[in-house]
């Protein structure tokens, strides 16, 4: 994870506020956007395909010791010490990006998201639900490993800017792998609601495929919002240093427990967590307005869950939260009264400079789940004077997701490995540098930076990776050292596994 992925909200807000309005960037109508898809549409994509390599990307980002049916060859074991500085086992675990670190952060969100896609979309998956089973299951070990001490939680492993001052594979990595945790007197209810909701959420997956786990997933999803919500703070306050500018929780923790306490209203069935939605949600900040989704700010994504309850079991205490999710889809609507958001002159919704495309992926995910609430309740929603069907959000949604897969100006695919053109110089280093196989010789700290400084393609393709994308003007450079555009993460992949198995369901399937 480079810096300026996770730059603070407010600054990179307001930049991009700045950049857009000096560039006459302006939220395009709905016929517009429509006419800007036709003109850059290309033949109909293998959504199955990519499919697949969307999972299969989460093989090279693995970390420990690999499984023998590890399909990702040019990655070998690493790691395997990981959690000897505090005497626990940490070993496991994904790379959050093209580093080798292991940020909890992103990883518990990494796990959430891929935990919802399969309870709303598993079933279209067919033949590839196993493989995204185990994409949950290798997250999920980790946060049981990561939450087995009461009241703790080991939140990292690696030291971000030892780490970033070398470029070499995680096989030979020799820079400190440094724990870090939050604790009683050391509270992270941010991360601590998020690695709740992980569990609550993966304890649905497994309910039926694989019960034990399931129920040791969910218990100790119900420990861990013990812990959040008891011992309340962010946990950069306490370890600034470590986690920031990289992951700080720049939205609070109030999102994070809500959040939580959400999914562990939807796996347990437990009153007490509508009871805990309804006495604190707006103390949570629930009705604020927000209209971004992402590892930070869970607040959209708690409303679009929650609403479900109201639009489909008619849980009235939950109405409000419909009305928030209307909100937030009428602010992504080109052309509606309320619209927020902005788009790229090849009809890309445009969020932030670093890392956009988690924004791309996130939305698309939301409007498809939501329009499958929506359809199911028999409703739509109401944007002013407009009227938007599931229908329409479907077709927003398919529209960014053919952008990334190369419906777009430069006719390019921003998943590594899906189409003839696609991005070969990533910013990532187990892909830059030649595998353990090829080169057996250690890759020394500072040696690896002849291979990040040349024009050469990666050696390795990480496939299914989607990388940050484009700017606001859809120009891709394709430079390794342009991580803001050319870094791909797990949190970007992990909505787009759902959004992809929708997309890939047989003809006239809802």
Known sequence: MSLTISSSRLIATF??????????????????????????????????????????????????????????????????????????????????????????????FTTTMLSWSLIEFGDLMNSELPNAEDAVRWGTDFLLKATSHPDTIYVQVGDPNMDHACWERPEDMDTPRSVFKVDNNNPGSDIAGEV???????????????????????????????????????????????????????????????????????????????????????????????????????????????????????????????????????????GAPFSSSQYTPGGLLFKMSGSNMQYVTSTSFLLLTYAKYLTSARTVVYCGGSVVTPARLRSIAKNQVDYLLGDNPLKMSYMVGYGSKYPRRIHHRGSSLPSVAAHPTKIQCHDGFSMFNSQSPNPNDLTGAVVGGPDQNDQFPDERSDYQRSEPATYINAPLVGALAYLARPFGQV
């Open 196 to 334: 709740a909701a992980a569990l609550a959420a993966a304890s649905i997956v497994f309910r039926k495929c694989d019960p034990s786990y399931s129920n040791l997933l969910l218990q100790r999803a119900i420990t861990v919002f013990t812990f959040a919500d008891k011992y309340r703070g962010p946990y950069s306050a306490g370890l600034k240093p470590e986690v920031c500018p990289f992951y700080c929780s720049y939205s609070g923790y109030q999102d994070e427990l809500l959040w939580g306490a959400a999914w562990l209203h939807k796996a347990t069935s437990n009153p007490t967590y509508l009871s805990y939605v309804q006495a604190n949600g707006r103390n949570l900040g629930a009705d604020e307005f927000d209209n971004m989704f992402s590892w930070d700010n869970k607040h959209v994504g708690a409303r679009i869950l929650l609403s479900k309850e109201f639009l489909i079991q008619n849980v009235k205490a939950l109405e409000e939260y419909k009305e928030h999710a209307d909100s937030f889809i009428c602010s992504v609507i080109p």
């Open 15 to 108: 930049m991009v506020l700045l950049l857009l309005l000096s560039s006459g960037f302006s939220s395009p109508s709905s016929s517009t956007l429509r006419s800007i898809h036709q003109r850059y549409h290309l033949d109909n994509h293998n959504y199955k395909d990519a499919l697949t390599k969307s999972i299969l990307f989460f093989e090279g980002q693995r970390s420990g010791k690999l499984p023998p049916n590890q399909r990702m060859t040019w990655r070998s074991n690493s790691g395997l010490s990981d959690g000897s500085a505090l005497n626990v086992d940490l070993v496991g675990g994904y790379y959050d990006a093209g580093d080798n670190m292991k940020f909890g952060f992103p990883m518990a």
